[in-house]
């Protein structure tokens, strides 16, 4: 079952099945979509629309992200990363036991961004990527993201 949510980055595509969060998509400006059908969904666009107006703002979603026992790991270890605050690739790798490139790989396949904040991880030297992206309007959903939750992007670029 899918909904599109408005947002300040565009729509978004939520996706749910059997009970639980498995997707979220970012829609092209001009998407327009039937708005949430279901308790769930209705749910889920309640808490990004709160995220959206204060950042500060957890979810409290039911999230079954599929992906690979190592992306499982990463995308957990992303959950506890608190808004406002940033790890780099490197960090996350050491504590991970395994790559940067891994761990930026891991947050590239994220199938639920925004709730599971693969926006708060950064390279070394810079904001990094987002979505396998490392320039254009796919990174500057990144940096938004991060700008919107008090993190300064600007010296980072």
């Given at each position: 079952?899918?909904?599109?949510?408005?947002?300040?980055?565009?729509?978004?595509?939520?996706?749910?099945?059997?009970?639980?969060?498995?997707?979220?998509?970012?829609?092209?400006?001009k998407t327009?979509?039937?708005?949430?059908?279901?308790?769930?969904?209705?749910?889920?666009?309640?808490?990004l629309a709160?995220?959206?107006?204060?950042?500060?703002?957890?979810?409290?979603?039911?999230?079954?992200?599929?992906?690979?026992?190592?992306?499982?790991?990463?995308?957990?270890?992303?959950?506890?990363?608190?808004?406002?605050?940033?790890?780099?690739?490197?960090?996350?790798?050491?504590?991970?036991?395994?790559?940067?490139?891994?761990?930026?790989?891991?947050?590239?396949?994220?199938?639920?961004?925004?709730?599971?904040?693969?926006?708060?991880?950064?390279?070394?030297?810079?904001?990094?990527?987002?979505?396998?992206?490392?320039?254009?309007?796919?990174?500057?959903?990144?940096?938004?993201?991060?700008?919107?939750?008090?993190?300064?992007?600007?010296?980072?670029?």
């Open positions: 079952m899918h909904a599109v949510v408005d947002s300040p980055l565009g729509p978004l595509r939520v996706t749910c099945s059997d009970g639980a969060v498995v997707g979220i998509d970012y829609l092209p400006r327009r979509a039937p708005k949430p059908a279901s308790p769930l969904l209705d749910h889920v666009a309640a808490q709160a995220y959206f107006r204060d950042p500060a703002t957890g979810f409290d979603l039911p999230l079954v992200p599929k992906g690979t026992v190592f992306q499982q790991r990463v995308w957990q270890a992303l959950r506890d990363i608190p808004a406002g605050t940033t790890r780099s690739y490197g960090e996350l790798s050491r504590e991970l036991g395994t790559s940067a490139r891994a761990v930026g790989g891991a947050c590239a396949a994220n199938p639920i961004p925004i709730v599971i904040p693969c926006h708060r991880v950064v390279s070394a030297r810079g904001v990094g990527g987002y979505d396998g992206h490392t320039s254009g309007p796919v990174l500057a959903r990144k940096i938004w993201l991060l700008e919107h939750e008090g993190v300064r992007c600007a010296s980072t670029i």
